[in-house]
């Protein structure tokens, strides 16, 4: 049996946050010691850790709500007898991703959502998020792309998996909060995408990566106005701000704004990430804007921010 204060340093969860959950999604089950205090069960400490298991593979705790405590504990990954969850296996090379990414592809082609939902449990199951979003997600949307171009998957094939896929990085870039402690006197990053830019999984994943090694981020989603980012800047204080955008025609249209918010916050740091960048830029450059095509792995997002 445990307190709750041991329940939460064996789980990494605060003991607010699992009274939250104990009265919202009746997920814990504690008796009553002699004098009244509660005492949690070994199992208690097993759903959390399964609970932990899932949230780490994109799930939201609103699914794990739905499905429940008896099936949690019944189709979670618990080694026999001690309580502990599996944990993800280090990636074992580029040719093993190629046996993640293909069944994603291929369910995109057939259109077969509980394939391409297998699919990434199986991935997420077996390899550190971090591996997931850039050895299998990324190589998977550039190809689902590509198959697109020549007809080989259909527009709602490729937007089933960028749906879902969005869905499982917002779960990520929520859960990666309680787990990664930024620092209090850390300057927000502001990550968002360009007006009218309705493409969002290059964002979302950076916006997961700079969470994953501490930053204090702070996520605001497509077509965000330039109006809006100014006054966002001003709000939260941001040190820094990553901006997305895929159309060469939406760059252009609103290159005079950003000029404009260059010039009028030359404190903060802008990086401009996404299809339509073009590193010879030499006007956005000589404003201070630094600049990135994705995909853009975790040393070169920590470089343009340092």
């Known amino acids: 049996m445990y307190k709750i204060g041991t329940l939460a340093k064996k789980t990494g969860y605060s003991p607010n946050l699992l009274r939250v959950w104990e009265k919202r999604y009746g997920f814990l089950a504690p008796l009553r010691g002699a004098g009244g205090q509660r005492l949690y069960p070994e199992e208690d400490l097993r759903l959390l850790l399964v609970i932990r298991s899932e949230l780490a593979k994109g799930r939201s705790i609103g699914e794990l709500a739905q499905l429940g405590r008896a099936a949690l504990l019944l ?12 944990q993800p296996q280090p990636a074992t090379g580029q040719e093993g991703y190629g046996t993640f990414i293909g069944p994603i592809v291929e369910a995109a082609a057939a259109m077969d959502l509980p394939a391409l939902t297998a699919g990434l449990d199986q991935a997420f199951s077996r390899l550190s998020p971090e591996v997931v979003v850039h050895q299998i997600i990324t190589p998977a949307m550039e190809k689902i792309g590509s198959e697109w171009a020549r007809g080989e998957v259909s527009v709602a094939g490729e937007h089933m998996v960028s749906s879902l896929v969005e869905h499982r990085l917002r779960n990520l870039l929520e859960a990666s909060g309680p787990a990664v402690a930024a620092s209090s006197a850390q ?9 009218e830019e309705q493409h969002r999984l290059g964002i979302l994943t950076i916006a997961y990566c700079l969470a ?4 204090s981020v702070l996520y605001l989603g497509a077509a ?9 800047i001003k709000q939260v204080g ?6 997305s955008v895929t159309s060469p025609e939406i ?7 950003l ?8 404190q903060v740091g802008f990086i401009l990430g996404g299809q339509a960048v073009i590193a010879e830029d030499e006007e956005l450059c000589s404003k201070g804007c630094r600049l990135c095509r994705y995909p853009c792995p975790v040393p070169e997002i920590m470089r343009l921010l340092a």
């Open 75 to 86: 189709t979670a990954g618990v080694a026999a007898g001690d309580g502990t969850a599996r």
């Open 238 to 243: 941001a040190g820094s701000v990553w901006l």
């Open 187 to 195: 300057t927000p990053v502001i990550c968002a995408c360009f007006p």
């Open 224 to 232: 965000l106005p330039f109006a809006a980012l100014a006054r966002a």
């Open 251 to 257: 760059l252009q249209g609103n290159r005079r704004q």
């Open 212 to 215: 994953r090694q501490g930053m």
């Open 259 to 266: 000029l404009d918010l260059l010039a009028a916050y030359p």
